[in-house]
Antibody, heavy 122, light 106 residues
Framework: EVQLVESGGGLVQPGRSLRLSCAASGFTFDDYALHWVRQAPGKGLEWVSGISWNSDRTGYADSVRGRFTISRDNARNSLYLQMNSLRAEDTALYYC???????????????WGQGTLVTVSS | IQMTQSPSSLSASVRDRVTITCQASQDIGNSLNWYQQKPGKAPNLLIYDASKLETGVPSRFSGSGSGTDFTFTISSLHPEDVATYYCQQYRSLPVTFGGGTKVEIK
């Protein structure tokens, strides 16, 4: 059974940093691309970032490019999102999601975690 | 690429046919997925490549369209279909989602 478990969320002040983690199991981790998708309270879905199976390609939403960095550790079956210079508008539930494919050119999200909540507030 | 979904919400009776549309701001071929998100839960992939049914998804769900205009249909609404449905294009980065359609039972 595929499982994706996010952690690392919490309350953080504007301008500070936070690192999210996603622990994966139940599939061959290094065969698939992975992504972060967020959902602000009461709002729709926003793709944040994605990374290919071997980390050679990454992508970012315009709203986070230059502030967030996605990475993965295939030896640890883990995905990460380093979030710097956080803003109030980054407040959201952050989901880790597995891609149907190994590369980030036909992004189709077939499994999702339950999310970790990030609140940016003073 | 902007994705415009309509309606933003609808109310229908059990066994009704429900149709949601999604329009892309430019030609995306068949690079479109549909997701279901039940209240308090993570999204779930229903349809990929515009019309292919994900494994395990009931056949009452279907998708069609190409280019800029797409349709998602529930042929006979069940009570467990109460959810918000999102389209998502993957033609180019950044991938983008529609604003969602909230489906309720009348």
């Amino acid at each position: 059974e595929v499982q994706l478990v996010e952690s690392g969320g919490g309350l953080v002040q504007p301008g500070r940093s936070l690192r999210l983690s996603c622990a994966a199991s139940g599939f061959t981790f290094d065969d698939y691309a992975l992504h972060w998708v967020r959902q602000a309270p009461g709002k729709g879905l926003e793709w944040v970032s994605g990374i290919s199976w071997n980390s050679d390609r990454t992508g970012y939403a315009d709203s986070v490019r230059g502030r967030f960095t996605i990475s993965r550790d295939n030896a640890r079956n883990s995905l990460y999102l380093q979030m710097n210079s956080l803003r109030a508008e980054d407040t959201a539930l952050y989901y880790c999601a597995k891609d149907f494919h190994g590369i980030i050119t036909a992004i189709t999200l077939d499994y999702w975690g339950q999310g970790t909540l990030v609140t940016v507030s003073s | 690429i902007q994705m415009t979904q309509s309606p933003s919400s609808l109310s229908a009776s059990v066994r009704d046919r429900v149709t949601i549309t999604c329009q892309a701001s430019q030609d995306i071929g068949n690079s479109l997925n549909w997701y279901q998100q039940k209240p308090g839960k993570a999204p779930n992939l229903l349809i990929y490549d515009a019309s292919k049914l994900e494994t395990g998804v009931p056949s009452r769900f279907s998708g069609s369209g190409s280019g800029t205009d797409f349709t998602f249909t529930i042929s006979s609404l069940h009570p467990e279909d109460v959810a918000t449905y999102y389209c998502q294009q993957y033609r180019s980065l950044p991938v983008t989602f529609g604003g969602g359609t909230k489906v309720e039972i009348k």
